[in-house]
């Protein structure tokens, strides 16, 4: 009998939190979900960081993955807008921190080089390869989905390889990766 295992991939976002969710049986992947959480319409940030975690905690209690790929805040001009990015990316981590789940941190150009070969791939050209890779029928009219699919997708294929990213299984190893970080 081959192994099994769940992948859950995260885009996080406070307007769109993008995810997806593939199976991996051998060297096989198969889509199962994808989908986004709409927070647009949530004015106060506090209730977006709880519905990213409840909607984390809820897909975790739902398909048990047995890891989850995430996509690392990319850098750029707008502080803000990276804080408020980082603050999204944490909270799904902790979600999935306090079920045991190792996850593993991607920046996008590393997830768009997995998918098309190109770090400098449009989120089309993406969406686009993953509809071919894994036979979907339609994408979605969001594409934050389909970033989310992308990045567990990526852990697959980068699965096995030491640099693939920042692998965390508890908040343990979390601290003693990022003790730069703790004052």
Not at 27 to 51: A, G, H, R, S
Request: with cysteine; hydrophobic share 40%.
């Amino acid at each position: 009998m081959q192994n099994e295992k769940i992948i859950l991939g995260i885009d996080p976002g406070t307007s769109i939190m993008g995810f997806g969710i593939i199976k991996v049986t051998g060297k096989k992947m198969t889509f199962i979900q994808m989908n986004e959480l709409l927070l647009k319409k949530y004015k106060d940030p506090f209730t977006k960081l709880k519905l990213i975690f409840e909607r984390t905690i809820e897909l975790i209690d739902t398909y048990h993955p047995d890891e989850i790929a995430i996509e690392a805040p990319f850098y750029g001009k707008n502080v803000q807008s990276m804080l408020k990015l980082g603050r999204a990316q944490g909270v799904a981590m902790a979600a999935g921190l306090s079920r045991q789940i190792p996850i593993t941190e991607y920046f996008p150009k590393k997830i768009k080089m997995a998918i098309t070969g190109n770090g400098n791939a449009s989120k089309e050209q993406v969406a686009k390869m993953l509809q071919s890779t894994l036979g979907l029928k339609s994408l979605p009219k969001n594409l934050d989905s389909t970033d989310g699919l992308a990045a567990a997708v990526c852990h697959f294929y980068n699965e096995g390889r030491v640099e693939a990213g920042k692998n965390y299984t508890g908040w343990s190893a979390y601290v003693k990766q990022n003790e730069d970080r703790l004052k």
